[in-house]
């Protein structure tokens, strides 16, 4: 079984702060990570791996910094790292990556590709879809679990709003995975020790079959219009109690805070 | 000169944080309380090879390096000390001697077991009547047929039971005093080997601690680790290693009682603001941070010189007496800060405090390392 994960480095948006006169994201000092829903992508191929045996190569498109989670990836149990990395991918909306990606998986083997459902930094969940449909073959979005239960089939549990939808997928397939359903691995210290002795292979526009109208800026037909914070809420706690226990209630949980 | 940490170490320290934050720091105070052996995270550890950072793969280890080693001992000390030690002890105090001493046949027999974290390795040099003075060893040795034979008591022994392998200093030759001294590999199960009271201790309280009986315990020839009488020698080198270990716990704990007291004094508000604000807060935060970083300098130094096979006592011992020292001196302070809340169990900081004395103690005491720097500004 051969399969390849789509990954993609964003900053942590965690930490991310947002220019309050601007806003837009402060990006300056904020760590750089591998999506949290590719990372559970990547844990559902090494499980795979480890339950029946397949070959597992991340891909990602980026800038030569990118490296760094195709180290992580290797670190963590893949085999193959490919970096997709270009000027003339620059300012790519979610088509035009998607675009590059179908050319680049176009020169691979694979029996599955696997996605995040969506990226922290743009929250889209457009990028596995939009390769699928370039790629002419299946797709499974909000991955929640995922088995194999025979020769080219799988059993593909999917999240839908209100419980789960059971599938079963024949042939080659595109998932997009939830990190909230695979708790991925930590990195092996023997492969972290590994994993810049390992060699990543570096593919420009030139190594795939796109034309060039389809990438970047000039392939991207999104443009952003305005980007603005919405405002941070607390989901706040819900008692039911009586007027009494409340003043005692809020009493101690201003005290917790050190307000009074 | 490059004091950047390689690509490969930054990894390392990655996914280090991260397991320390996730899997150490919600036990640490668990089983502080319970004084209880923290064997789950042994084993988690034993899953990511952790237990043998900088064994060589041909022995089962990983392959990494010293600097990879004291990054692990710091971060994961940073919440749990406990947890460091158990890790230190392992590494430094049985992996290495037998790694760097063991004939081809131990190194074969033992390293891949201790290195996959399968077994839990411990180190035997203090008695109740040699403790700095290490030469007056009482335990003795004796060759018998084609086995030693010791007898004696080992007090203070870190992993005590939870181990598998022992080494073990004794006696083989009284008359030749530090000259008369050998090492042995103990296996936990050897006939006449018996663990006696575990102790109850102010810190490091998840950290088994206990005295090993030799009582006519005999265990096999080739058992002895280096020649006959070259026990000193192997106890000393072996802890100018674990010392390195030991100060990047002390360097952990006092990082970590930093951490707390830089989020609880931006927090917490007294005549109107912050605490953080007021000056007294940020110079003693700001004079104790300098001596935290030159500890991790000093800490760096000595593994890199492990790492590059250059002579490190000297480094080992100012870097454990100086990070020692300096997680003395934070967690203390750090206490002040909290006020009345970091006298209680609510906060790490009162177990950071009660962890962080042990550092001044074993392995060395503060004494020690200042009679080894010493010893070697006069030699």
Known sequence: MKIVVCIKQVPDTTVVKIDPIKGTLIRQGVPSIMNPDDKGGLELALRFKEEKGAEVTVITMGPPQADLILREALAMGADKAILLTDRKFAGADTLATSSALSGALNNLEWDYIICGRQAIDGDTAQVGPQLSEHLGIAQVSYVADAKVIGENKLEVK??????????EVKGKCLLTVLASSFKPRYMNVAGIVDAYDKEVEIWTADSIDIEESRLGLKGSPTRVKKSFPKGVKSSGEVYEVTPEEAVDLVVSKLKEKFII | MDFNLTKSQELFRQMIREFAENEVKPLAAEIDEQERFPRETVEKMAKLGLMGIPLPKEYGGAGGDNIMYTIAVEEISKFCATTGVVLSA?????????????????KNKYLPKLGSGEWVGAFGLTEPNAGTDASAQQTTAVLDGEEWVLNGNKIFITNSGEANVYVISAMTDKSKGVKGISTFIVEGDSPGFQVGKHELKLGIRGSATAELIFTNCRIPKDNILGKVGSGF???????????????????GIAQGAMDEVVAYTKERKQFGRSISKFQNTQFVLADLD?????????????AFCKDQHIRFSTEAAMAKLFAAETAVAVTNKAIQFFGGYGYTREYPVERM???????????????????????NLFK
């Open chain 2, 353 to 375: 405090m009660r962890d962080a004395k042990i550092t001044e103690i074993y392995e060395g005491t503060s004494e020690v390392q200042r009679m080894v720097i010493a010893g």
């Open chain 2, 90 to 106: 392992h590494t430094s105090l049985c992996i290495a001697p037998i790694l760097e001493h063991g004939t081809e046949e131990q």
């Open chain 1, 158 to 167: 999917r999240e839908i709003e209100d419980g789960y939808q059971l599938l």
């Open chain 2, 233 to 251: 020698k192997i106890a000393m080198q072996t802890l100018d290693g674990g010392r390195v270990g030991i100060a990047a716990q002390a360097l």
């Open chain 2, 290 to 302: 300098t001596r935290i970083e030159a500890s991790r300098l000093l800490v760096r130094k000595a």
